[in-house]
């Protein structure tokens, strides 16, 4: 689309208007941003961005992702004037109000056409690689169908945030060319000037990482296509450094900080309007703007149809696979295989770690579910992701779907974010669970986007030894459980990894896996053709009569409750014992199933190589606990469980002062 | 000194020894880096490090931190070479091996002449920027008796990780020139070649965050030196590549990844020694090399006796000044002006919100504790820790007490360690709660090291308004008190506020201070000389009669617990207030305290916007709560409060409810 300059700064300034007024309405917010940067959103999203205005969810759409969250409106105005029905000029007036489509950052389960949820800065970027790199592996796998570019706007913020370097570093190796970075260069920060901060080269630390770099007036909308139209054409994924200037339109304010994160206030408002020769009222569109835009949309529109002649090309086979991956089904023998795995598993019963339990099950779902795309942030051989059958992604080969992602755990949660909003792929990760923390801004709107994304996570406790405190996690799988909508799973087993397993792949949610780096016995053996593991928490061992004591337990832990069992049975205490290998899930059940797994025993002790928070929920306040209250130390395993008192002999001992000794 | 080559190589052959030797002994840990790194560590700490082997605690001495902590043996071996009486050789035997000096990552609080704890990656570089500020603060404030550099072994991994651009983006800008880091840069990672995941231009990298950037043969002892005198003579901070063969002298393993983190094997050590030359058993050390190195020990003490004349001619105020700083005593003044403080901020009855609260108190502390150096990570308006008369740190001058971090939340706390661990600071950050998920594995380190950081976290809650979830905590608070080792204060008002700061000063671990970003009345308005919050909760209102009702609240909350209670007590129901500012320093109290602070009214009622986790040690698992269950939503505070039913009201029904409304 061809537009004189004259329309451009129409198309342009109807963004303005519309986040100035919006903010003003709302009394809050951030106008700075779509004021600065609506001459690169129009050009973008008039002459480059390909999607259906329809249709949200076109899977081959390009990628938008507004990194720099705050300036939520530009993604809102635009979304209105490109003809979204569910942008109404009524949201916009309702921006930051309750239950609205217009929240104070993006949130793309409140906003049909907002790609992720942004704010917390460096995470858009980061889901952006995980996109660009999704499409790179798709387009491997579904020619023609998948094929399109994902752009970014990022801020200074996004960019001095480490993340940043990480999903740079990855995107470089990987040579992700369709991704398309537009860095809003306004050299303003909340404190001020980005100089009191800040002197990095941008252009030259994203040469660094491998990037085409580039610079235009953001102000120039030729400049801005041409540059776009050479990022298209380059064999790297490029970063356009575009000049801006902060709240640009405002006499008083532009240029400076205090643009950035309050209304402008109506005077000025007025001012910017006469400056801008923008004589509407408030949220009042002038019909030839808004035709502008609504054409550039239904051009846009275009690109669907030939992709919808192209998908119905397919044979019937590929439609359906592409069509269940893209609607997270999962295929109609998954149940029944991942049963007969568990058989299979539990009859061997070879001490192994749950580490190597997470190998054998991801082989079989791996198989099953060639939408999974594994890895590990350096850690391959540690974590047992990457199972015989799985390929290396590569630069030049995106056949494969393991990616290394060298020591990047931050980055490699955010991608996989990103892939999983991407749709098509269901990513996979590893890392040593004391990592968690690095990557916890990542799992945080993974939970609160409702996105199915599987952590595995080993080394998960003490037993770590030798590598001591600063890899041991003690406070982790509370933390993790903290997060609303994570399920932490720790399963004791390979068949209660099979079973945990089984549900995080039905999820809408995020799963941790905690397992460890030590062996343990199988404590399943049983074949068992329900899932037990799916209630989060189930009786493992019933007691021998009526139970005086209940043992709860986790992970490596299990196996210290059952020993535990039978040396209180020895003694003629009616002991039971219940895995707890997803206390998350377990807390989600009815009351009844609840009371029931909880028991009625006088005496309950719950056991796991953590802090005990959370637990109280399952013992009571009342209730002992087996467990860690401080950090580890550095020795052989079965010495640092012994030092910490997590032994089978120290349960029995607190549940025979419970019984005052004499039982 | 000079040596030969020859001698060099014996030398930094030692170490190569002693590291496949201790790993061997333990069968566990990491060759690979000490045998890689032994040239630089020979070169750099027998011929420029400036340290008294006989006093690691010495201010003065040049900081070496090992920023890829997994290469303990490094330190530990050149520790025991130089003369530390704690690194015996009987320790080194002992590496990796329960409440030895030899632990499997670097923990200074075990091993006297370790600067800080290392492991997890890019954590020691964070660190590093830290001491290195210090070092230019304290330079400005005590010349010519602080006057050191801050020299890092960095991995690759160190410089993957995000935290790493966040580092040097802040030690670039500042011009820290008396950083310098060696890049042990041997193209390995643990999944293999560095080319699996990785082409970062580390130099070009540097060079855009403003550094000087130099490459070396790891192995050229005089080209190392060289380079380090080139770093020492630079306006900016400094990084060497030096490249490296990982294992170097292991004919089977040396520059591969197999070298990283396993025992190398009895034969393959044989192998070794014979490719080296070394000769001698394990763990013995010929006595040319142990003279050789002691000699390199006692005459970088002569520093410390130049050092020692220049302090004693200070004057004795100075000197005491310097000494107090030092060893982290409160000025005599420090109590008596607090109390006086809450005294003034308890008159002022206007309602502000904590944030402001936190400015008042922190006035008051930096003028009565000139070490403090407070921050903010671009949030500075927001978070108010610039009070009126701090001044802002710059690269041309140091004489300020106020760092912008820039969106640099990582670094920002990884540096505060870094300051602590320096000595003669108390650093103080600024950012919103929410983010102190990006913050977590440094504030998790800070904890485990015992340092005196304090985290000003502002934004605490829901109250946070139309920001929405993605900056509405509402599992942070939980996921800060299950770190063990870390003080969470949420005070309720300016007097609690001056209270919690008077302890946070008083501590050897981090503090996080949780505050409002919306207006509170002031909770606290009687005089009360002693220090109520000290022991974490204790009764704020008293029931009119036998308590029924037990509310116990933090922060915004205990407003909505004492209008539950007026209007309890109003239907009669006799109910009682307990403030909760800090539930880490309750649970530590005699059983008695938390016995009587909990007290015996039938109903418990704990509030608190945000989750649950925790708060059952105090209300039982049985009690009631008035908070969060999920993310919050974007919109006025106000009505996000009622949304999520936060409300006296709420507190009131509970209250009822469980009184069979029959009261």
């Given at each position: 689309m061809t537009v004189t300059r004259e329309k451009h700064d129409r198309m342009a300034n109807v963004i303005r208007a519309l986040a100035m007024d919006a903010v003003e309405a709302a009394n809050s917010g951030h106008p700075g941003l779509p004021m600065g940067t609506a001459d690169v959103a129009t050009v973008l999203f008039t002459r480059f961005l390909k999607f259906d205005p329809t249709d949200p969810t076109w899977p081959n759409r390009d990628r938008f992702v507004l990194s720099a969250g705050h300036g939520s409106m530009l993604i809102y105005s635009v979304l209105h004037l490109l003809?979204?029905?569910?942008?109404t000029i009524d949201e916009l007036k309702r921006f930051r109000q309750l239950n609205s489509k217009t929240p104070g950052h993006p949130e793309n389960f409140m906003t049909p056409g907002v790609e992720t949820t942004t704010g917390p800065l460096g995470q858009g970027l980061g889901n952006a690689v995980g996109m660009a790199l999704a499409e790179r592996i798709l387009a491997d796998r579904f020619p023609g169908i998948i094929d399109h570019h994902t752009y970014v706007l990022a801020s200074d913020g996004d960019l001095m945030e480490g993340i940043s370097q990480e999903a740079i570093g990855i995107a470089g190796h990987l040579k992700l060319n369709k991704l398309i970075v537009l860095w809003d260069d306004n050299g303003i920060s909340i404190d001020g000037p980005l100089s009191l901060s800040d002197s990095v080269d941008q252009i030259m630390r994203f040469q660094s990482a491998g990037w085409n770099a580039l610079r235009v007036d953001g102000h120039d909308p030729e400049a801005i296509a041409a540059a776009i139209e050479e990022a298209k054409r380059s064999d790297k994924p490029t970063m356009i450094a575009c000049k801006t200037v902060i709240g640009f339109g405002s006499p008083a304010k532009a240029g400076k900080s205090a643009a950035h994160g309050s209304p402008l206030g109506a005077a000025e408002i007025a001012a910017t309007r006469q400056a801008l020769g923008w004589e509407f009222e408030p949220f009042d569109i002038p019909s030839d703007v808004r035709d502008a835009w609504r054409i550039a949309g239904l051009q846009s529109k275009k690109a669907r149809t030939a992709w919808d002649e192209r998908f119905a090309a397919l044979d019937a086979e590929t439609r359906a696979e592409f069509n269940r991956r893209f609607a997270r089904e999962l295929p109609a023998r998954f149940t029944e295989n991942m049963v007969k795995l568990k058989e299979k598993v539990g009859a061997d019963a070879k001490p192994v770690a749950t580490r190597k339990s997470g190998e054998t099950v991801l082989e079989t779902v791996a198989e099953l579910l060639p939408e999974i795309v594994s890895g590990s942030a350096d850690l391959t051989g540690s974590n047992n992701t990457r199972t015989k059958t799985m390929k290396p992604i590569t630069s030049d080969d995106f056949s494969g779907n393991f990616v290394h992602w060298g020591i990047r755990e931050h980055a490699m949660a955010a991608a996989m974010n990103g892939m999983a909003l991407h749709g098509g792929i269901l990513p996979v990760s590893g890392t040593f669970l004391v990592f968690s923390d690095y990557c916890r801004p990542s799992i945080r709107l993974a939970a609160l986007m409702g996105l199915r994304v599987v952590h595995v996570m080993t080394?998960?406790?003490?037993?770590?030894?030798?590598?001591g405190p600063t890899h041991q996690p003690v406070e982790h799988l509370a933390a993790l459980r903290a997060i609303p909508n994570v399920l932490v799973f720790r399963p004791a087993d390979t068949v209660e990894t099979a079973e945990c397993w089984d549900v995080a792949a039905r999820q809408s949610r995020p799963s941790v896996f905690a397992l460890t780096r030590q062996n343990l016995p199988l404590v399943r053996t049983e074949g068992e053709e329900r899932n037990l593991s799916a209630r989060g928490a189930y009786e493992l061992r019933s007691a021998d009569g009526e139970a005086r004591v209940s043992l709860f337990a986790s992970g490596s832990e299990v196996e210290l409750a059952l020993e535990a069992q039978k040396e209180l049975e020895r003694r003629g205490i009616p002991t039971r014992v219940v895995s707890v290998p997803c206390m998350d899930l377990f807390f989600e059940q009815s009351a009844e199933y609840r009371a029931e797994v909880i028991g009625r025993a006088q005496i309950k002790i719950g056991v796991e190589a953590a802090i005990r928070m959370g637990w109280d929920s399952i013992i009571g306040h009342d209730g002992d606990f087996v467990g860690m209250t401080g950090f580890g130390a550095s020795g052989p395993y079965k010495e640092v469980y012994e030092l910490f008192g997590i032994t089978n002999s120290a349960i029995v001992t607190k549940a025979m002062a419970r019984l005052g000794g004499n039982a």
């Open positions: 003809g979204s029905d569910d942008l080394h998960d406790s003490i037993g770590v030894g030798e590598d």
